[in-house]
């Protein structure tokens, strides 16, 4: 079922880049209000398939249903008021502490790493790769190239737990970002880059122009900023965005069924709304990255503390993995989890 899902979600990510890529780099006011509109729609579907799968399962209403009762007795009053924020408080720390305590707390921080991740195709590094001067068309192409990369991670997800088992698929993919993630730190220092420790100390911000810059379909640079003196810098970063793709769906596929396997029903949508939290707060600090260094110059201090990031929660992951499966097997039989 988790493949399944994320073959849809990898499908719909194909189609969304490559008529909105396109159709921005086509005319920018009509493929504005083409993804205005889309978006819009895809609203009203979605509402409508919440509606019904609220109205299928009779469940989902329940609980929730008693719960609102109870609450709503002594809502009015000042010390219900007051007794619904602790409430909220409570249930908001109340699944952090459940997910750190819980069997599956090192793959969860893991993975919640992952969303520091500035390689891993952010809105951040689309910008770098406009200060570079690839087209809103050329950054399309790369977002299918990398929809194709995470596609064919569920068509490979089953195979590779019967073979190697949950918890070997997971190393699986957290060895294979890593390479990648290596791969990327190599590109920030190769021919071409603005990185200011890949020229010497010297910010290639300063060097901008006045002149008209050449530009056609699939390189346009920014006003004022001139064509870099080599591609192969950005072409290697975006390479190992793409590639990093299908580790991190195969990673994040294993680590989704970890918990549905060993966190009790009654306690999982608490520990999963724990672990959406300190995704969040990695994803922010991300972002916070990316204004610290926010110039081309600099952006490359903000890839190398987010990639120190990934690898240093992969590599709590690998040791956690190890240290599991020689407790399960007394030998190291990655199968076993």
């Not at 299918?144 to 993919?173: E, H, Q, Y």
Request: glycine share 8%.
């Amino acid at each position: 079922m988790n493949a399944w899902m994320r073959s849809i979600d990898q499908a719909t990510m194909v189609l969304s880049t490559a008529l909105s890529g396109f159709s921005i780099s086509f005319d920018q006011a009509w493929g504005a209000v083409a993804v205005a509109s889309f978006n819009i729609l895809a609203m009203i579907i979605q509402a409508i398939c919440l509606v019904k799968t609220h109205k299928l399962i009779p469940a989902l209403s329940e609980k929730r249903k008693a719960k609102k009762e109870a609450l709503e007795s002594d809502s009015d009053s000042c010390g219900g008021k007051i007794k619904k924020i602790k409430e909220a408080f409570k249930t908001f720390f109340g699944g952090w502490v459940l997910l750190f305590t819980s069997k599956v707390a090192i793959p969860g921080l893991a993975l919640a790493t992952l969303y520091v991740n500035i390689l891993g195709l952010s809105f951040p590094l689309q910008g770098y790769g406009r200060e570079n001067c690839l087209s809103e068309a050329t950054i399309s192409i790369i977002y299918i190239g990398s929809a194709v990369s995470g596609f064919l991670a569920p068509i490979s997800f089953p195979f590779l737990k019967r073979t190697l088992g949950l918890l070997g698929t997971a190393c699986a993919g957290a060895i294979w970002q890593l390479i990648f993630v290596g791969l990327g730190i190599y590109g920030l220092f190769a021919q071409g880059s603005p990185y200011f420790l890949a020229n010497e100390n010297e910010c290639l911000d300063d060097l901008v122009t006045d002149e008209e810059i050449f530009s056609s379909y699939w390189i346009r640079c920014p006003p004022g900023v001139n064509l870099p003196e080599s591609f192969i810098s950005i072409g290697v970063i975006f390479s190992s965005a793409v590639a990093q793709r299908w580790g991190l769906w195969i990673f994040d596929m294993s680590v989704t069924q970890m918990f549905q396997e060993n966190v009790d029903a009654e306690k999982r949508n608490r520990t999963s709304a724990g672990h959406y939290s300190l995704c969040s707060v990695f994803e922010f600090s991300m972002y916070g990255l990316a204004l610290a260094w926010g110039s081309s110059c600099l952006f490359g201090n903000a890839i190398l503390v987010s990639s120190g990031l990934v690898v240093c929660g992969y590599s709590m992951f690998l040791i956690w993995a190890l240290l599991t499966s020689r407790k399960k097997t007394k030998q190291f039989q990655f199968t076993e989890f």
